[in-house]
């Protein structure tokens, strides 16, 4: 078998191990250890599992351990402060930051001898793109990958099916959401792939966009995950449709947009934001831009953040770009949130400067029966190499399998 990720090699036949196509020479331990993270894919390993694969369960000081970690981190030209490549999880173990592809071109997440601790992942380098129909004629692109019961992904501000199945930041979590489902995601209206041109300004058409795609999966019910603006929109479907919705899971949401949320704060908020939008869409190497990017992800890797500037550029033109985050700043299902009877999961970063973490507090609150879990992290947008996100990815596969 030949694992391959970042610009890296893994040959477990000729045990040889490459960087950029030049072998690398590792100790056995080194390239043991590295086998095993190839195998598990972006899933945590945990110490307990290192000690029991690489060292066949001998105990190791912590000496040792550490030293073939920054061996392991040498050789794939990682360092134990940028850790791009090799994460470690504290107190937990050691888990990729980047997606791991076998010879054949699927996901590495199992390994060769399988446990029932693990699940196989098959993640296929396809997606399918289809077009469904929304309320007012308006055309949502949506895209369909991995395998099992349906899962939607609600689509929010902003995304592109074509860029974010190939980014950095989007295609771990698309890949760990294809896992056990066969995922559902759209781009919303005027952005993406769907129809630039869109009429109306209430979230009314945004919970139609949300329907139509519910009704492409030709499933009674089914789950959906979504974040920021997703989730007044998934609410206000959920309240509506509460035999349509098994569970909701809401990732750094709100119920009432920054103008309607009673202080001249959040109005303020709004207005900059706007107007670093309308002075900053289509540039490139906009400032403004590069400001807004960094607000949505101040932990972002410099590939990481030049990608989601591309994929807004892509997304929306600058005018629609502005007229979306006007709509959203005015949308409130406050009103609502006592008639969601679907089970809800709310997650939330505690440093999140974009929403703040109050709003999914209030959110837990009105919804009934709803489960907050508060994530140590500054990001809105949830990156793989942030340590947060595995455990918004487990907490999210739990809660869906529920």
């Not at 972006?42 to 060292?55: F, G, I, K, N, R």
């Not at 392991?72 to 592809?101: E, H, M, Y």
């Not at 609410?235 to 035999?243: G, I, S, T, W």
């Not at 999914?360 to 994530?375: F, N």
Request: proline share 6%.
């Amino acid at each position: 078998m030949i694992y391959s990720f970042a610009n890296c090699e893994l040959d477990t036949q000729d045990h040889v191990f490459r960087r950029a196509g030049v072998p690398v020479h590792v100790e056995p331990q080194v390239f043991d250890l590295l086998h095993l993270l190839s195998r598990s894919g972006t899933e945590l390993v945990s110490y307990d599992e290192v000690m029991a694969q690489v060292w066949g369960g001998r105990i190791v000081s912590d000496a040792t351990l550490s030293s073939r970690i920054s061996a392991a981190r040498k050789a794939v030209d990682d360092t134990g402060k940028a850790q791009a490549i090799i994460r470690t999880v504290a107190r937990r173990g050691l888990q990729f930051a980047v997606p791991v592809v076998r010879r054949d071109g699927s996901k590495s997440a199992e390994p060769e001898q399988e446990t029932e601790s693990r699940a196989p992942v098959i993640a296929d380098e396809r997606q399918i793109i289809r077009y469904a129909t929304s309320g007012d004629g308006v055309s949502i692109a949506y895209a369909i990958t991995g395998q099992g019961p349906p899962l939607v992904r609600g689509g929010h501000w902003l995304t592109h099916l074509d860029l974010d199945w190939k980014s950095p930041v989007w295609r771990p979590m698309l890949d760990r959401l294809g896992r056990h489902h066969t995922l559902y995601r759209y781009d919303q209206r005027g952005t993406g792939l769907s129809s630039r041109d869109f009429p109306g300004r209430g979230i009314d058409e945004f919970v139609d966009d949300l329907r139509s795609v519910v009704d492409a999966t030709g499933a009674e019910r089914v789950p959906i995950f979504t974040a920021s603006q997703g989730v007044p929109i998934a609410l206000k479907f959920a309240a509506e449709n509460p035999d349509r919705v098994s569970r909701l899971v809401l990732v750094g949401g709100f119920s009432q947009g920054r103008y309607c949320r009673g202080t001249e704060e959040a109005r303020q908020v709004a207005r900059t934001q706007l107007e670093m939008v309308r002075a900053g869409w289509g540039q490139a190497d906009s400032p403004y831009l590069k400001l807004f990017s960094q607000l949505f992800m101040p932990g972002g890797t410099g590939a990481e953040l030049d990608s989601f500037i591309q994929m807004m550029l892509a997304s929306a033109s600058p005018e629609n770009a502005a007229k979306l985050r006007d709509v959203i700043d005015s949308f409130d299902v406050s009103d609502i949130l006592f008639r969601v009877t679907t089970p809800t999961l709310l997650i939330h970063a505690r440093g999140d400067n974009v929403q703040p973490v109050e709003q999914s507090q209030m959110l837990a609150q009105a919804i009934p029966g709803a489960e907050l879990i508060v994530l140590d992290s500054p990001n809105h947008v949830p990156l793989p190499t942030d340590p947060a996100w595995q455990e918004l990815m487990s907490e999210a596969e739990r809660f869906l399998a529920g």
